[in-house]
């Protein structure tokens, strides 16, 4: 279903905010397989095959080393729920703004952890914040899309390339460009992740701050000014 031309979009919506967080999601999956003991934290399907193969297998102890992160997933995700509608009763910032908060915390920490340190500190936290992002950021700009992962996005692009073309959708020309683009950020954050892991090791995760700042300031902005009269304005797919 096509949205409307005058439809209004917060700028939790807008594009610029799902390219540069879809950006960090990736940097985040390549940090932690990287460096951070192979685990992917930003999608949990890698996992759950991994985890039913542990199973397959009797091995028991990679069996709880990954109930650690998928658990922290599931809680990631009910803690997003119930903390959006109470932070909305302030009237201050949204929860959308205040989730970007949270996650320079976090990389902050996880940045100031000594390479010693247990991975599963880092895949715990990571895997709670990309999972409160994907449950948060939901709709781009009216288009359902995720920041974290990229298999529907693949998907959509596929699809829309063919019905753009078969059927002169202009519609479908869009989405398949928008979808793309998702792509194209996913892949730069972990091609960005890679290079900066091999030069800083575990102090790497530092470097998504500047992008989580910027992010974080604009929101705040829009919270605080054009859109404070909006802050009880649901985004879409809420």
Not at 27 to 56: D, E, H, K, P
Not at 83 to 106: G, N, P, Q, S
Request: some cysteine; charged content about 15%.
């Amino acid at each position: 279903m096509s949205t409307p031309k005058n439809s209004f979009f917060l700028e939790c919506e807008k594009h610029w905010t799902f390219w540069l967080l879809i950006a960090v999601g990736g940097f985040y999956g390549a940090y932690t397989y990287s460096v951070r003991g192979g685990i992917f934290c930003n999608a949990q399907t890698a996992n759950i095959v991994l985890l039913s193969m542990a199973i397959g297998t009797a091995n028991l102890a990679q069996v709880m080393y990954l109930i650690i992160p998928i658990s922290s997933y599931f809680l990631g995700a009910i803690l997003s729920e119930i903390l959006a509608k109470k932070i909305k009763k302030f009237h201050f910032f949204r929860w959308d703004t205040i989730l970007v908060a949270i996650e320079i915390l976090a990389v902050i920490f996880l940045g100031l952890l000594p390479k010693s340190a247990p991975d599963q500190i880092c895949q715990i936290t990571l895997n709670f914040i990309c999972s409160m992002q994907f449950n948060t950021y939901r709709q781009n700009e009216g288009i359902p899309m995720a920041t974290t992962f990229v298999t529907n996005h693949i998907r959509q692009t596929g699809s829309n390339i063919v019905k753009a073309i078969r059927d002169k959708d202009k519609e479908a020309s869009k989405r398949w460009k928008m979808h793309g683009i998702m792509l194209l950020m996913f892949s730069f954050g972990g091609i960005f992740a890679t290079v900066v892991c091999t030069f800083f090791d575990v102090k790497a995760i530092l470097c998504v701050i500047p992008l989580l700042l910027f992010i974080f300031i604009r929101l705040a902005i829009a919270d605080r000014t054009y859109e404070k009269d909006l802050l009880s304005k649901v985004p879409r797919g809420h």
